[in-house]
C-alpha cells in the first residue's frame, strides 16, 4: 500500500459537495503517542497514521462558522457556534490519510443531534465560551450531553508569529483532507477541502483538559509537543464512501 503524501493542498479536490462550512479561530495543540495507543481506538479497515514511529492525539478549540448543506450560504445561527474536539490520526488501505474524532464538543444541540443521527460522529452538547483580548484567547467547555456530564476543558494561547515553513509535524497533524468514522456497520471515508492553511506559532498559556481522558485515552505525560493557532479557512466535504471489507 503506498500511503498518500502529506500535502498542503489537497490532491483529491472534492467534486460533489455534501457540507460547507467555516472554521475560525483554531487552536491546535497535539501530544506525540504510540501508535499502539491510539490503534484501539480507530474505525474497522484504518490503522494509526504515523511521522517516524510516533502518532498524535490533537485538542482543538475552533469556531464553526455558518455550517451548511452542499455549496452554501450555510446558516448563520443554528451553523455557527464553538466546537472543542479530541482527535487522532488514520490513515487506510487506499493510502487516504485522515482525522478520526473522539469526541466533538458543541454548543448547539440540533448540530449535535443531526451528526449523531447522519453519521454517527461523536458530538457531544457543551455549555462552551471563547474569550479574545488581543493576542490571547481562551477556550472554555463543560460537557451537557451525553455522558460523562461535566467533562470539561479550558485553554488559553497567545498567537505569535505567521508561520511560512511548517515543520514536519506540523505539517502532519494539520494537512488533513478526510475523516475515517464508524456509521451504521461499516467504516466511512469523508473527503474534504479547504485552501493552505494559514498558521501561527502559539503559546500555550494555561491547560486545563479533562476531554481526553474521558475519550478513554490515557492523560498526556507533560506539555503539547506542538502549540498552534490560525484564524481559519473555508471547507468542503465531500459525499462519504465506504472503506472496503468493512460492510457488515
Known amino acids: 500500500m503506498r500511503i498518500e503524501d502529506v500535502t498542503p493542498e489537497t490532491v483529491r479536490p472534492v467534486r460533489r459537495s455534501l457540507l460547507v462550512q467555516s472554521w475560525h479561530d483554531l487552536a491546535f495543540l497535539h501530544w506525540a503517542v504510540p501508535p499502539e495507543t491510539v490503534a484501539p481506538f480507530l474505525p474497522r479497515g484504518t490503522v494509526p497514521d ?12 475552533f469556531r464553526m462558522v455558518r455550517l451548511g448543506a452542499l455549496r452554501g450560504p450555510g446558516i448563520p445561527y443554528l451553523g455557527t457556534f464553538l466546537e472543542t474536539n479530541v482527535r487522532l490520526y488514520s490513515v487506510d488501505a487506499q493510502g487516504r490519510r485522515a482525522v478520526v474524532f473522539l469526541s466533538l464538543e458543541a454548543e448547539r444541540l440540533l448540530p449535535v443531534l443531526t451528526a449523531q443521527a447522519s453519521l454517527r460522529l461523536p458530538y457531544k452538547w457543551a455549555r462552551m465560551r471563547l474569550e479574545k483580548d488581543g493576542d490571547v484567547l481562551r477556550y472554555t467547555s463543560r460537557r451537557r450531553w451525553p455522558g460523562p456530564r461535566g467533562a470539561a476543558s479550558s485553554m488559553t494561547v497567545r498567537v505569535g508569529a505567521p508561520l511560512t515553513e511548517p515543520s514536519p509535524v506540523e505539517h502532519f497533524v494539520t494537512a488533513r483532507w478526510g475523516l475515517h468514522t464508524h456509521a451504521w456497520g ?20 494555561e491547560l486545563d483538559d479533562e476531554l481526553i481522558t474521558a475519550a478513554g485515552l490515557p492523560a498526556p505525560a507533560g506539555p503539547p509537543v506542538s502549540v498552534l493557532y490560525s484564524p481559519g479557512v473555508p471547507v468542503t466535504f465531500g459525499a462519504p464512501d465506504t472503506l472496503a471489507g468493512t460492510a457488515g
Do not use: C, F, K, Q
Open 50 to 61: 504515523t511521522l517516524d514511529g510516533l502518532s498524535y492525539v490533537g485538542l482543538i478549540g
Open 186 to 205: 461499516r467504516s466511512l471515508h469523508l473527503p474534504n477541502e479547504h485552501p493552505r492553511w494559514p498558521l501561527h506559532r502559539a503559546e500555550l498559556l
